[in-house]
Structures are given as structure tokens and as C-alpha cells.
């Protein structure tokens, strides 16, 4: 299951890249900026902003949506998949999409390859992200596969949260891995991100033994990783790493927030930007004089 591909994308790894956004992911963070991704299935969003008064088609579709003083009444929960479905193509405004769609890999291998000119002028390639993208390891060992055979370059983002046999299943044809490490503290990353840190320290351990190119990335998040100390505790795990020699500093940002209310989730996380320069750049000041790591600071 895929929910997005994103074209002339320079953010993701090198050159121009084309990213594939596969849904499903075994965390569920605080701050996520793809929310409709966590899920394996298909997600429902509805936009009250784009809805038509009095239209009733989505509600003559589907009987657990229904219009109640002029604003829809959806019981998410009781809608199934057969029925989402159906509603795909329901709504004239968009006002209620539906996220998620069969990932078939010859469909998707020649959707990526449109773009293999720019790939080659660029230095650039596809990327999988997500959700986790190893949570469909198969198909990211595949594509990656075909695509290098392509000699199309390939990177992964993954929050490294899975079984290492999925890992280990894409390792050889993956050039790039965009790798999460949001924290060292096993109780505080329970606590925001719903998982085991252990697991990705482990994972981390072995996958820098055999990867082609490790980039660490932290997403700075107000509340969870912002200290000092927090920093310089991931800095260290990074820099003890084999062959690891980059690290990414992401500022949190707020731009997935929009995404909650489509969703009708709560949003959890702080509903402004970090604004902490001076700490980013004592971190990176720390990781240059400390460790052999070369840090970089994302806007």
C-alpha cells in the first residue's frame, strides 16, 4: 500500500529524487507529519472547509457517514475498507479523500523510471519513505533491485524500528539510508514515539557494519530532544557507529498539523516551530569538536 509519490524532490537524499511514500509504520510519534501514513490500510480524510452544504452523495454511499446540521457525522471506525473503496471517487470537492492505494511494483517501477532523466543529469534517484518503508520490505527490496539494475541510485528514510531481517532484505540495493535516531533514553522515546529504542540501537549497530552510506538524522522536537545533554547522548551513539560519518539536525516544524484534523485525531506535540538556533549550532559545535562526525543543520 503507497499514498504518495513526490516528484523533483532535492530534500531526501542527493540530486533531484522522486519519492515513494509507503503507508504503514510500527511507531507512532508525537509529532509525525504524515499521521495518515501510521496505518497499513487506507485512511479516511475529510476537509469541512471543501464540503457542500447540501450534497449527500459520501452519506448515500456509505451509512456510517451522515449529515447532521448541515456538517457530516463519520464513524470512522465502523467504516471498512470495501466501503472506503467505494468511496474513493464519491466527493465532487475532495472534501473527503481516501489515502491509500495497492502498490503493484511493475505499475510503480515505471511511474519512478519516468523521472530517470533527471536521476542522471542530477545525481539523484528514488527514495522510499513513508510511514516506515520497511515495513514492506519485499517490495522496497524489489523496486530497489530493478531500479539499480536501472543504474537508478536508491535511499531509504526509516525510523529503523522494524525486524532487522527487513533490514537486512534491502541492504544490498539500497545506496542511502536516511536513518532516525530521535533518542537514547529507552523510557522518554516509549513515551512519545510508542516503541523500543533497544530495537533501533541494535538494528543501527548492524546496519552500519554493511551499508553503503549512513546519514543520521534527529528531528529536534520541543519537549522530547531539545537539551543539551539529549543532544550530545545521540551525537555519541552516532559517532560510535562503523563508517558513520554524517548527522542531520531537523528543527521541528509544525506543517503536519492540518493533516490531524482531517483525520479527526488530536494533536499532541507543540503547535510552534522549535526556535533554538543557538542550541543546534552549540550541537553542532559539540559534534565537531568531540567526534569525526560532519553535522548539518536542515532548515
Request: charged residues 20%.
Given at each position: 500500500?503507497?499514498?504518495?509519490?513526490?516528484?523533483?524532490?532535492?530534500?531526501?537524499?542527493?540530486?533531484?529524487?522522486?519519492?515513494?511514500?509507503?503507508?504503514?509504520?510500527?511507531?507512532?510519534?508525537?509529532?509525525?507529519?504524515?499521521?495518515?501514513?501510521?496505518?497499513?490500510?487506507?485512511?479516511?480524510?475529510?476537509?469541512?472547509?471543501?464540503?457542500?452544504?447540501?450534497?449527500?452523495?459520501?452519506?448515500?454511499?456509505?451509512?456510517?457517514?451522515?449529515?447532521?446540521?448541515?456538517?457530516?457525522?463519520?464513524?470512522?471506525?465502523?467504516?471498512?475498507?470495501?466501503?472506503?473503496?467505494?468511496?474513493?471517487?464519491?466527493?465532487?470537492?475532495?472534501?473527503?479523500s481516501?489515502?491509500?492505494?495497492?502498490?503493484?511494483?511493475?505499475?510503480?517501477?515505471?511511474?519512478?523510471?519516468?523521472?530517470?532523466?533527471?536521476?542522471?543529469?542530477?545525481?539523484?534517484?528514488v527514495?522510499?519513505?513513508?510511514?516506515?518503508?520497511?515495513?514492506?520490505?519485499?517490495?522496497?527490496?524489489?523496486?530497489?533491485?530493478r531500479?539499480?539494475?536501472?543504474?537508478?541510485?536508491?535511499?531509504?528514510?526509516?525510523c529503523?524500528?522494524?525486524?532487522?531481517?527487513?533490514?537486512?532484505?534491502?541492504?544490498?540495493?539500497?545506496?542511502?539510508?536516511?536513518?532516525?535516531?530521535?533518542?537514547?533514553?529507552a523510557?522518554?522515546?516509549?513515551?512519545?514515539?510508542?516503541?523500543?529504542?533497544?530495537?533501533?540501537?541494535?538494528?543501527?549497530?548492524?546496519?552500519?557494519?554493511?551499508?553503503?552510506?549512513?546519514?543520521?538524522r534527529?528531528?529536534?522536537?520541543?519537549?522530547?530532544?531539545?537539551?543539551?545533554?539529549e543532544?550530545?547522548?545521540?551525537?555519541?551513539?552516532?559517532?560510535?557507529?562503523?563508517?558513520?560519518?554524517?548527522?542531520?539536525?531537523?528543527?521541528?516544524?509544525?506543517?503536519?498539523?492540518?493533516?490531524?484534523?482531517?483525520?479527526?485525531?488530536?494533536?499532541?506535540?507543540?503547535?510552534?516551530?522549535?526556535?533554538?538556533?543557538?542550541?543546534?549550532?552549540?550541537?553542532?559545535?559539540?559534534?565537531?569538536?568531540?567526534?569525526h562526525?560532519?553535522?548539518?543543520?536542515?532548515?
Amino acid at each position: 500500500m503507497y499514498f504518495n509519490i513526490q516528484r523533483f524532490s532535492n530534500h531526501d537524499g542527493d540530486g533531484i529524487r522522486t519519492i515513494l511514500f509507503l503507508k504503514g509504520c510500527s511507531l507512532s510519534c508525537a509529532w509525525c507529519q504524515n499521521p495518515e501514513s501510521q496505518s497499513r490500510k487506507r485512511s479516511l480524510l475529510f476537509d469541512q472547509r471543501s464540503c457542500l452544504a447540501d450534497c449527500q452523495l459520501c452519506a448515500e454511499a456509505c451509512s456510517h457517514i451522515q449529515r447532521d446540521v448541515g456538517r457530516l457525522r463519520i464513524e470512522r471506525s465502523l467504516i471498512d475498507q470495501q466501503q472506503l473503496i467505494a468511496l474513493q471517487q464519491v466527493c465532487p470537492t475532495q472534501a473527503l479523500s481516501v489515502c491509500g492505494q495497492p502498490a503493484d511494483a511493475d505499475q510503480l517501477l515505471a511511474e519512478l523510471l519516468r523521472d530517470k532523466p533527471f536521476y542522471q543529469q542530477s545525481g539523484g534517484g528514488v527514495t522510499f519513505s513513508g510511514g516506515e518503508p520497511l515495513m514492506q520490505p519485499q517490495l522496497v527490496a524489489d523496486l530497489a533491485q530493478r531500479l539499480q539494475q536501472q543504474s537508478v541510485s536508491t535511499a531509504v528514510e526509516t525510523c529503523m524500528h522494524v525486524p532487522w531481517k527487513n533490514i537486512e532484505m534491502a541492504a544490498p540495493y539500497i545506496d542511502c539510508w536516511l536513518t532516525d535516531l530521535k533518542h537514547t533514553d529507552a523510557d522518554k522515546f516509549n513515551q512519545w514515539a510508542h516503541g523500543s529504542v533497544d530495537r533501533i540501537k541494535q538494528n543501527f549497530s548492524r546496519l552500519a557494519a554493511i551499508a553503503k552510506r549512513l546519514v543520521v538524522r534527529v528531528p529536534v522536537v520541543p519537549g522530547f530532544n531539545d537539551s543539551m545533554e539529549e543532544l550530545q547522548a545521540i551525537i555519541d551513539f552516532a559517532a560510535s557507529l562503523a563508517h558513520c560519518h554524517e548527522l542531520h539536525l531537523l528543527p521541528y516544524h509544525t506543517l503536519g498539523i492540518n493533516k490531524y484534523r482531517l483525520l479527526d485525531q488530536p494533536y499532541e506535540c507543540a503547535d510552534k516551530p522549535l526556535n533554538k538556533p543557538e542550541l543546534l549550532q552549540d550541537a553542532q559545535a559539540y559534534a565537531h569538536s568531540n567526534t569525526h562526525l560532519d553535522v548539518v543543520i536542515r532548515g
